[in-house]
Every structure is written in structure tokens, then in C-alpha cells.
């Protein structure tokens, strides 16, 4: 019988030790004084190293036990100073890392003006910011002379472009772009928006005959035709347009002309403007290509251009779902206009 009762008694203590270490697990707050930088694919383990064993175990079981799923941890840094319950440990890593960087997002078909307005509005820089640094001749002569980002070869190609450059347009790639938040954004984005180029089209082109003639088009494409599909058809339309001297009618490229953003180009002022024949970037009124590019194209266009698709049209429209309708001739277009629009 005291046997008996000594077992109960050393179980007790068992239990309370085990009670003890149980309160201790899951209410002590964990203390960390540390930054630590997850990169990306690096798992939740990294922070929980910086723990003590103990602490870490602890962690080890809070999150087993609550099903806390750390899989989709943002690349980034993690800031720790001071002491958290767990579910504060959790949650600090859970709301995410740290930006040290700023994420712009350059929209396909944009120009130089779009860029500006758009970096303006985001507070990244102040009006007409982007637009003088793009169009400093002293800043692209650098380039040329490869004093700026290592050189870019593609913008001393005068045999294509025929005269030194006005501005950057059309070398500015649309993409999405992590910029340092420390340092001043303009040079970095511009300066990855070149590279971008230099990948993701220069270094594709083979043979760039009337190289300049190519992207101009392609430049307009992107403003008259979203759909990848489309786009070469579209491109063979305009090619056709050329060769027979026919003006290519993109309306859309008179706006280049009023040195304005696209969103502020509205149908009224497209209306206004479509019989000025004194803005060269008319292709209403004046016969040919804009002298320079309109915007900054996907390689979907440019490739559309370089590789057009034959075709018996002549003519084009969107109606107001956005589906494009051919015509072989004015009547066929014009009864397409009657049609859908």
C-alpha cells in the first residue's frame, strides 16, 4: 500500500514537472533582436534558427499545432527587437517582409509621356521628371559612348536610325521592375528598361534591315491592336498600306504629336485634332510613318511586324466589345462601320 502511494505521488510530481513545462512552452514570450533577410525559395526554418534551441522548439510545436502554414514567405527582410507571444512571432512574420524596394510597373504601349504621368502620380518623381532625363541628348550621347550602364550598342546604330536620337523611346520595355527605395528611381528604371531591350529584343534580331522602319510600325501596333493574335494580320495590313502609298489612318498616333499621355487623349480631342496636317505624327493626314516611335512595344509587336501575315485586307476596326472586323475595301469597311459601330 505505501508502495501504492509513493507511485502516486512521484506521478504527481511527473505530472506537475510536465504541467509546468507545458505553461512554459506555450506562454513564455519569445525575445529576438535580429534582421534577417529571406531570399527567395529560403523557407521559414532561416528565422527560427536565430532562435535559442528551446525557444525554437517551442515555435517548432506552436506552429504544428496550429496548422500555420508559412509556404508562400515573401523573399525580403524580417525585423525582430524585443520579446512577442507567439502568435506575435507569427504574425510579424506572416504580415510580411520588409520592401526594400519599390515595385513600377511599366504598362505595354505606354510612351515616354504615360511613363512620366504615371511615375508623377505614384509620387515617384515630380512632372516632366522622366520626360527631360529620356530626352537629355548629353545623357544618350553617354550611352552611346558607353559611359552609362556598360553601352548599349543598339543605340549607335545610325545606318537604321539615321540621325543621332531625340529620345529613348521605344527602347524603354515595358515590365515590371524592383527598384532600390534608397537610391533615386529614374536611373535605375531606365537603366533596367534598356537591358530588358537589349534581351528581350536586340539580342533576338538577326538581320535588323530598316530596323527603325520596324519598330516605329511595331510601335503603333501596340497601340491599335491588343491581341496577340491579331497582330500580325494587323501588321500586314499596314505593310500593304505602305507599298501602295496609302496613309495608315492609326489615329491614335496624332496624340504622339500633342505631347500628351494617352489617357488624356481622349476620342473628343482625337476628333479636334484629326485634320491638322501640320502634326507630323498625323498618319490621318500625312502619308507614311511617324517620324519616331509612338511607344515603347512589346517583342509580341515587333515580332508582328518583322513576321506580318498576308492578307486581302486593306482595313480594320474594333467595335465596342473590342472585336476586330477586316474589310477588303472602303464599301466592306464602311458597311463594318455601319455594322458595329
Known amino acids: 500500500m505505501k508502495h501504492a ?46 532562435l535559442d534551441p528551446i525557444e525554437k522548439l517551442r515555435m517548432k510545436l506552436y506552429i504544428k499545432t496550429h496548422a500555420i502554414d508559412f509556404s508562400k514567405l515573401e523573399a525580403g527582410s524580417y525585423t525582430f527587437s524585443g520579446t512577442y507571444s ?23 504601349g505606354r510612351s ?14 515630380t512632372p516632366g521628371e522622366y520626360l527631360t532625363y529620356v530626352s537629355n541628348p548629353t545623357f544618350i550621347n553617354q ?14 546604330e545610325k545606318m537604321y536610325i539615321g540621325k543621332a536620337l531625340q529620345s529613348l523611346e521605344w527602347f524603354l520595355y515595358p515590365d515590371t521592375y524592383n527598384l532600390d527605395k534608397n537610391k533615386p528611381v529614374i536611373p535605375q528604371l531606365v537603366n533596367k528598361q534598356l537591358e530588358t531591350f537589349q534581351a528581350r529584343v536586340r539580342n533576338k534580331v538577326t538581320n535588323p534591315i530598316d530596323w527603325y522602319k520596324t519598330i516605329i510600325l511595331a510601335s503603333v501596333l501596340e497601340k491599335e491592336e491588343r491581341d496577340n493574335d491579331n497582330k500580325a494580320t494587323v501588321a500586314g495590313i499596314f505593310l500593304k498600306r505602305l507599298d501602295i502609298w496609302m496613309k495608315i489612318d492609326a489615329d491614335i498616333t496624332l496624340c504622339y504629336g500633342l505631347k500628351t499621355s494617352y489617357a488624356s487623349c481622349t476620342p473628343a ?24 516611335p509612338i511607344s515603347n512595344p ?14 486581302d485586307y486593306l482595313y480594320y476596326l474594333h467595335d465596342m466589345q473590342g472585336n476586330i472586323h477586316y474589310g477588303r475595301s472602303l464599301e466592306e469597311h464602311n458597311a463594318n462601320k455601319a455594322k458595329y459601330l
Open 269 to 292: 480631342v482625337i476628333g479636334r485634332n484629326v485634320g491638322d496636317s501640320n502634326n507630323v505624327y498625323n498618319t490621318r493626314a500625312v502619308r507614311w510613318l511617324p517620324p519616331t
Open 112 to 125: 515616354i509621356y504615360d511613363i512620366d504621368e504615371a511615375l508623377t502620380r505614384k509620387g515617384y518623381i
Open 143 to 156: 550611352i552611346n559612348r558607353g559611359k552609362a550602364s556598360g553601352g548599349y550598342d543598339f543605340l549607335d
Open 5 to 50: 502511494k509513493k507511485k502516486i505521488k512521484l506521478w504527481r510530481r511527473i505530472l506537475v514537472v510536465i504541467l509546468i513545462i507545458f505553461i512554459y512552452i506555450f506562454t513564455k514570450d519569445i525575445a529576438l533582436e535580429s534582421k534577417i533577410t529571406i531570399e527567395s525559395g529560403e523557407s521559414v526554418a532561416k528565422i527560427l534558427n536565430e
Open 86 to 108: 507567439k502568435a506575435e512571432f507569427v504574425q510579424n512574420i506572416l504580415k510580411g517582409s520588409e520592401k526594400d524596394y519599390i515595385r513600377v510597373t511599366i504598362l505595354e
Open 298 to 311: 512589346t517583342r509580341e509587336s515587333i515580332n508582328a511586324v518583322m513576321n506580318p501575315q498576308s492578307s
